[in-house]
C-alpha cells in the first residue's frame, strides 16, 4: 500500500522546487555576504545559516505535509479554528510586542527567531475558505449565507495588517481571495456585488483608521513614499527612488550572460535589500538574463503544476486548496518581479523560495507540501478505481 502511495506522488513538482531551494541558497549567500559584515557586523555566511536551517526545518514540513498528513484534515472545524485563531493571535501580539523594521511592525522576534505573522495568515485564509466555499456550494451565490460571513474574517485581518502597517501582505491577501472567490462557483451578477461590497469595507476600514487616529501613522509620508518612488524614481534618486534605480543598474549591468556568480556590485551597499526583496535585481547582475529566466522558469512550473492539480482534483475542497495555494505563490511573484523592475510599488514583499526569510520558506515549503498531498492523493485513489479495488480501502488516505 506504501510503495503505491510513493508512486502516486508529484516527483516533478519535488524536483523543481528542491532545484529551485537550492538556487535561492546560493544567491542568498552571494547576494548577503557583503551585508552581513558590513551592514549588520556578523559573518559574511551568517544568513546563508540562517536560510539553511530554514531550508531543513521547511523540507521536514515538506515532506510532513506531502506524505503524513492528509489534506483533509485541514477541512475539520477544529483544525481552522485552531489555525485561524493562532493567526488572529500572531497578528494581534506583533501590534503590541513586534519588532519595528523598514517602517513596519512585522515580526515577532523570540531570542534569534523572527516570526512573521502574515504568513502563517495567508496559509490560514486558503484553508479556511476553501474549506467554508466548499461546504457552501448549495447555496453559493447567497451573499449573506455563503460569501459575506467568511470574507468579513479576511477583512478583519487585513485590517490588522493595515495596523502595522504591510501593504504587500494586504495586496497578496486580497489577490488569492479573489482568484478562491472567483474559482468558487459564483456566478458573474455575484462576483459584481461582492466588488462593491469590497470598496465598502474598505472605505469602513479607512473611516475607523481615522477615528481612533491611526490614519496618518499607516500613511505616513514615509511610508507613502514607497508607492510614489517608483513613478519617477530619478527624479529622486537619493531618496524614495534608491532602490529601484540600483535595481535598475543591476539588471542593465547584468545583460544576457551576468557578471559571474558573486561578481555583482550593487549589493556593495548600493542595494540595501538585496537579500530579501532585491534578490532577482542579484540575479540579474551575476547570472544574466539566463540566470533569471530558470528561476522564473522553476516557479512558474511549480504555479502551473499547482493550477493542474487544481483541475485533476476531483475534491472540491482539494481543488480549492491547490488554487489557493499555487495562486499565493503566483501572486507573490508577481508582486516581487513589479517592484524589482518598477511596474509596481516597492511593498517589501519577497520571492517565493528564492529570498532570505525563515518564516516566508518554511511555511512555503509546508504549503506546498500540502498541494503535493493532494495530488499524491488524487492520483492514487484514481488508480485504485481504475483497477476496480472495492472503496473501503481508500478510507484511510
Request: charged residues 10%; aromatic residues 12%.
Amino acid at each position: 500500500m506504501f510503495k503505491k502511495i510513493l508512486k502516486s506522488q508529484d516527483y516533478k513538482l519535488i524536483v523543481s522546487l528542491i532545484v529551485l531551494c537550492l538556487i535561492g541558497l546560493v544567491m542568498v549567500y552571494s547576494s548577503s555576504m557583503i551585508t552581513a559584515i558590513t551592514r549588520y557586523e556578523v559573518a559574511s555566511d551568517y544568513f546563508y545559516k540562517k536560510q539553511m536551517v530554514a531550508l531543513i526545518v521547511g523540507f521536514f514540513l515538506f515532506f510532513f505535509a506531502a506524505f503524513l498528513i492528509p489534506y483533509k484534515v485541514f477541512r475539520e472545524k477544529r483544525v481552522i479554528i485552531f489555525i485561524l485563531g493562532f493567526s488572529l493571535a500572531l497578528l494581534i501580539a506583533v501590534l503590541a510586542l513586534g519588532h519595528t523594521a523598514g517602517n513596519a511592525k512585522s515580526w515577532i522576534v523570540i531570542g534569534p527567531l523572527r516570526i512573521q505573522p502574515l504568513e502563517f495568515a495567508k496559509l490560514a485564509v486558503i484553508v479556511y475558505l476553501a474549506s467554508a466555499f466548499t461546504k457552501k456550494q448549495p447555496y453559493i451565490n447567497e451573499l449573506t449565507r455563503a460569501i459575506i460571513p467568511p470574507i468579513s474574517i479576511v477583512m478583519i485581518i487585513c485590517f490588522l495588517l493595515a495596523m502595522q502597517p504591510d501593504y504587500g501582505g494586504i495586496l497578496l491577501m486580497l489577490g488569492t481571495v479573489a482568484a478562491l472567490v472567483f474559482c468558487s462557483g459564483i456566478s458573474v451578477k455575484s462576483m459584481i456585488k461582492i466588488f462593491f461590497i469590497g470598496l465598502i469595507a474598505a472605505g469602513l476600514m479607512f473611516l475607523i483608521l481615522w477615528v481612533t487616529g491611526q490614519l496618518g501613522e499607516v500613511f505616513s509620508p514615509t511610508r507613502l513614499g514607497r508607492f510614489t518612488g517608483f513613478v519617477h524614481p530619478f527624479a529622486d534618486a537619493d531618496g524614495n527612488g534608491y532602490q529601484l534605480v540600483n535595481s535598475y543598474l543591476a539588471i542593465g549591468t547584468g545583460g544576457l550572460s551576468g557578471e559571474g556568480l558573486g561578481q555583482g556590485v550593487q549589493k556593495f551597499g548600493y542595494l540595501p535589500e538585496s537579500h530579501t526583496d532585491f534578490i532577482m535585481a542579484v540575479i540579474a547582475e551575476e547570472l544574466g538574463f539566463g540566470g533569471v529566466l530558470v528561476v522564473l522558469g522553476l516557479i512558474f512550473f511549480i504555479v502551473l503544476q499547482g493550477l493542474l492539480i487544481a483541475k485533476r482534483c476531483t475534491d472540491p475542497f482539494g481543488s480549492l486548496l491547490a488554487i489557493g495555494i499555487s495562486t499565493m505563490i503566483g501572486i507573490q511573484t508577481f508582486v516581487n518581479l513589479g517592484a524589482v523592475s518598477g511596474i509596481l510599488p516597492i511593498t517589501g514583499v519577497t520571492l517565493p523560495f528564492v529570498s532570505y526569510g525563515g518564516s516566508s520558506i518554511t511555511l512555503l515549503l509546508f504549503a506546498t507540501g500540502v498541494l503535493a498531498n493532494i495530488s499524491m492523493v488524487d492520483k492514487f485513489k484514481k488508480k485504485y478505481k481504475q483497477n476496480g479495488t472495492n472503496a473501503s480501502h481508500l478510507k484511510s488516505v
